[in-house]
């Protein structure tokens, strides 16, 4: 049988122009989404990466003297920057395991039948901190925190238990800024895992107790394969979070004691306030490519393990 | 009769207003400062001084905070829509200077004022950057020592004036609730730690208020920590924040928001106060004026304990000021009685020194008559180009120590001048 002869561009345009012709209801519709997430989205990204390129005095002015990667060489050579690197790559995990594994022992917990009162009020309980102006929430972990009037330090002196350090010790603030995160986020993480709970097919776990599964054997190998979406998606959607923790710094350490806290998305912030655009900028690409490079690689990793 | 008499009327008043000096056109002057409500009013009183004797000019000012500021006026004047005037701390005017370098030079400005004899050489001095006269000083900053006037009484002790007192007082403000609150909740200092310039400037009203005049380093490169009498002060500044136990121990976090919470909260009994505060502080909402202001502390027989001035605050303008010309001449009509004495009221502080302060109160009065001897801080960023990275290593360092104390700061204090020798040698090199 003969070959069908191949295409040619023309005829491929005309069948690409026809496609669009035919689905011009959609695109006109998908229209100004598009040119909202261009304006909005990509355009400060670009802008922000054409700044790292700039020297910092040129940056805001009309004809920026280019540089070429001379701030990332800069930033790179920055032993605290490298330092600030390590430090939010290890809290970013950290924050990731510990939220990831609180929301989901909760979200097992409220999905529970024998829960299943009170069930409502749990979940609201847990929530409500995902939908409170975090500015305000730290405002008040820090007071809960404080050394001198705290609520954690009364109850422990009233419990006779030692004093906790919170946000003015080394030893103790990663922890106690990584509970503050806790408590603000993991609600988000804990919903997305209810409503893979709510979807995951029971008639599988009825059949693996008649064949005398046990419990952990039931949650290992049949409900937690089924939790793979919501796992995927937390686990990116936490990944990015953490990586880019900013608002809990600002409100409740500065980057301090002693750098503890100084994360690459603050210490960016303090070089963008003293002027020095070029570097604060390439650092911020350099955030915004490694998260990207974690998410794709977290979405790669749950594609090749994906049940066939 | 009547009507030809009316039209003739209002043909002939019509051509009278064409005729009259109308040629003055409507121009608003635009301002960007910091000073908040204050200064809104401040300018709003200057402006409509100025209008008596430039009909139809209006002045327009607005606040921005601190660091918006920074980034709208670098903005706007490198993309040519810069406001007529900028007001501002001289050390911040400079930064903006090094971002655009398009600040107007006003030496000749300054040469055309006649009366401006109640500016003195340091005033002029931390007005030029790189023989550049980058604004005109309108006031000057003062810092002096506050403390609780009720918790003075309350612990039978009189305003410090050594350290030994402070240490003393401190101990008392911390021990003998001053507050009568039954509570141990207060502290013998509000200090700030958390930001570089925090630390530091805390460190400089130590260093400047004791009589010294160098905090970290000198004119001609040299780092002054390890010298004895700097050494005496920077070691007794950071057992302040750890084994004295005289801050708040969440100090080493706080910053201005923070250090102002303690103050105004009145968790703690001594503190900075600035001549900006005072009129805030009289308020029975903050303070109530139960604080009584001082030179800092003396560290030692032999030198003079003294007021601190921080700097100036003054008027630039942009080389690309809109209104270039009516800019400058508002830039000196702020030098004039009127609008210094606008300033002083509002803001509680001027640069002449025959301003009426009869009207003010007396804590008012003691920065406004100057009292007390003044020194001002050295600006070491002038004269070394690399000393704000230099600053910030040194910050770190401190913070480092103050996290995790030594038992002795003496090794800390000589560790801690080679390390910044050896920087200074290396950003020297690489600038």
Same mark, same amino acid.
């Given at each position: 049988m003969p070959a069908l002869p191949a295409p040619t561009r023309l005829q491929s345009a005309v069948e690409a122009l026809n496609l669009a012709w035919r689905n011009r209801v959609f695109y006109l519709f998908v229209a100004p989404f598009a040119a909202l997430t261009i304006v909005f989205g990509l355009w400060p990204i670009a802008l922000s990466i054409q700044v790292s390129l700039t020297a910092s005095a040129s940056a805001l002015s009309p004809n920026p003297t280019y540089v070429g990667l001379a701030n990332y060489a800069t930033v790179l050579a920055d032993p605290i920057f490298i330092a600030s690197l390590w430090r939010t790559l290890w809290y970013a995990a950290l924050a990731v395991a510990a939220n990831l594994a609180f929301a989901l022992g909760v979200a097992i917990l409220i999905d529970s039948p024998r829960l299943r009162a009170g069930s409502m009020f749990f979940r609201l309980a847990i929530f409500l901190p995902v939908v409170t102006p975090d500015v305000a929430g730290y405002v008040v972990w820090r007071w809960l925190y404080?050394?001198?009037?705290g609520a954690i330090n009364a109850a422990a002196e009233q419990l006779g238990l030692p004093a906790f350090g919170g946000l003015s010790s080394v030893d103790t603030v990663t922890i106690a800024v990584l509970i503050a995160e806790l408590w603000h986020h993991a609600g988000f993480y804990m919903t997305i895992f209810l409503a893979n709970l709510a979807m995951r097919d029971r008639a599988l776990e009825e059949a693996a107790a008649i064949d005398g599964a046990t419990t952990w054997q039931k949650w290992r190998f049949i409900i937690l394969p089924q939790l793979r979406p919501a796992i995927v998606i937390n686990l990116v959607y936490a990944t990015v979070q953490f990586l880019k923790t900013f608002t809990v710094v600002v409100v409740m350490t500065k980057g301090g004691p002693a750098e503890r806290t100084n994360f690459v998305s603050y210490y960016a912030y303090q070089l963008f306030d003293q002027g020095r655009y070029g570097e604060a900028t390439a650092m911020a690409s350099l955030l915004f490519a490694i998260v990207i490079a974690l998410s794709l690689g977290a979405f790669k990793l749950s594609e090749g393990r994906a049940p066939k | 009769m009547r009507i030809a008499r009316l039209l003739g009327g209002v043909f002939v008043a019509a051509a009278a207003a064409m005729a009259s000096?109308?040629?003055v056109k409507a121009q608003q002057l635009v301002i960007w400062h910091d000073l908040g409500d204050n200064g809104v009013a401040m300018f709003e009183r200057a402006g409509a001084e100025f209008a008596k004797t430039r009909p139809g000019v209006s002045v327009r000012s607005i606040s921005y905070p601190t660091d918006q500021w920074f980034g709208r006026v670098i903005s706007s004047i490198n993309t040519n829509t810069a406001p007529d005037l900028i007001f501002n701390n001289y050390e911040r005017v400079i930064r903006i200077e090094q971002q655009?370098?398009?600040?107007?030079?006003l030496r000749a400005t300054l040469a055309s004022i006649?009366?401006?004899?109640?500016?003195?050489e340091d005033d002029l001095r931390v007005a030029t950057f790189k023989n550049k006269m980058i604004i005109l000083p309108v006031q000057r900053v003062q810092m002096a020592f506050g403390v609780r006037k009720s918790w003075l009484d309350k612990t039978g002790e009189?305003?410090?004036?050594?350290w030994d007192d402070v240490k003393r007082i401190s101990a008392k403000f911390r021990e003998s609730d001053p507050d009568g609150n039954?509570?141990?909740?207060?502290?013998g200092m509000a200090l700030q730690a958390a930001k570089p310039r925090d630390l530091i400037h805390m460190l400089d009203l130590f260093t400047f208020g004791s009589g010294? %005049?160098?905090? *970290?380093?000198?004119?001609?490169?040299?780092?002054?920590?390890?010298?004895p009498a700097h050494a005496q002060v920077l070691e007794e500044f950071l057992k302040t924040y750890s084994?004295?136990?005289?801050?708040?121990?969440?100090t080493i976090n706080h910053s201005f928001t923070e250090m102002y919470q303690v103050i105004l909260g009145s968790r703690a009994g001594m503190f900075r106060v600035g001549d900006w505060n005072v009129r805030g502080w009289d308020n029975a909402n903050a303070l109530g004026g139960d604080f009584v202001s001082g030179p800092w502390p003396k560290f030692a027989a032999n030198r003079d304990n003294a007021v601190v001035i921080g700097g100036m605050r003054g008027v630039a303008v942009p080389?690309?000021?809109?209104?270039r010309a009516l800019a400058v001449e508002f830039a000196k009509f702020l030098l004039g009685k009127e609008a210094q004495q606008a300033s002083l009221e509002?803001?509680?502080?001027?640069? %002449?020194?025959? *301003?009426?302060?009869?009207?003010?109160?007396p804590r008012q009065q003691y920065f406004a008559r100057a009292q007390h001897r003044l020194v001002a801080y050295d600006f070491p960023e002038s004269i070394h180009t690399f000393y704000p990275e230099l600053e910030a290593a040194f910050h770190r360092k401190l913070l480092a120590g103050i996290a995790?104390?030594?038992?002795?700061w003496k090794p800390f204090i000589a560790e801690t001048a080679k390390e910044m020798r050896e920087l200074a040698a290396k950003l020297r090199a690489s600038n």
């Open positions: 404080d050394r001198s009037f | 000096p109308t040629d655009t370098g398009k600040i107007m030079d006649a009366d401006k004899g109640f500016l003195g009189q305003f410090p004036q050594t039954g509570r141990a909740d207060t502290f010294l %005049r160098h905090t *970290l380093i000198n004119p001609d490169g040299k780092i002054m920590i390890d010298e084994s004295y136990r005289f801050v708040a121990p969440d080389e690309n000021s809109p209104n509002l803001v509680g502080a001027g640069v %002449r020194k025959d *301003l009426n302060v009869d009207a003010l109160s995790a104390p030594p038992a002795d």
